[in-house]
């Protein structure tokens, strides 16, 4: 059964075979060789190759019924536990009663739209690190790029492929889970007053934690990590988050909500700064205090 979800109706495609599976949990019935929405087919059984996730819990807000049960259903055959939650009202419930480990947004909601989901969620202390990927119409850039300025940590265009969400989804929580490493790997730097810990995924500005979400978070450390190198959005692109293509805007807005963070001006960054035709820039010479260091534990 071949599967694309978007906002078209279905039509049909070459069926794939069905391969052999026991005890599965329960299916989404389209009828074989159906497409949501058209472009790049699926299997439905490629989420079966798929490792399987320690046990973590989704909360897929969606109002197309079809769109959530199948979605629900690929990801509850890669291993997760899902919730679901059908308006903004209803999402933002859910989350408060039972914290998920990641939140799958649909942008168009009724009640309470996703742009405003994606907001309270990242006011709220019990929710203002849960990742949240976005999943939006292909031709809605404004829309994507303030669901990324909002705290949205991925975004996938419809119509997608559910393994294609599946796949990361699990990118997004391996990024949040951290990558283990012994802790003389893992060094905390510091610059000034700003400090950051990558093995326990925290940062702070003086005593103050800064709220940062997962992207903003592998940005500021990878920063930290190579002051005085400027880095083109391109690579950034690839060496913080691994993606090989993407919408270049993503790096942008992720720049832009770091330096209201971290900045003392950002309007005038002397933190992260643009360096005109190539891309941003840590700079330490800058920071307030002292200059950068790996921080050594007390004796």
Known sequence: MAL????????????APYGTRTSPPPQPSPQ????????????????????APVSRRILVVDDDPTVAEVVSGYLQRAGYTVDHAADGRAALEQAAARRPDLVVLDLMLPEIDGLEVCRRLRAEPFSHAVPIV??????????????????????????????????????VLRRAAGAPAPADEV??????????DPAARRAWRGPRELMLTLR????????????????????????????????????????????EKIEDDPAAPRLITTVWGVGYRFDPSDAPGRALETAVPDA
């Open 32 to 51: 074989a060789g159906s497409s949501y929405g058209g472009g790049v087919s699926e299997t439905l059984d490629a989420p079966a190759g798929l490792p």
């Open 187 to 196: 060094p905390e730097f510091a610059a000034g007053d700003l400090r950051v």
């Open 134 to 171: 976005m999943l939006t119409a292909k031709g809605d850039e404004h829309d994507r790029i303030l669901g990324l300025e909002l705290g949205a940590d991925d975004y996938v265009t419809k119509p997608f492929s559910p393994r294609e969400l599946v796949l990361r989804i699990q990118s």
């Open 216 to 259: 903003e978070f592998d940005l500021l450390s990878f920063l930290l990590a190579h002051p005085g190198t400027a880095f083109g959005r391109e690579e950034l692109m690839r060496r913080v988050w691994g993606w090989e293509f993407g919408d270049l805007s993503t790096v942008t807005v992720h720049v832009r909500r770091l330096r």
């Open 4 to 15: 694309t979800l978007g906002a078209a109706g279905p039509r049909p495609v070459r069926a």
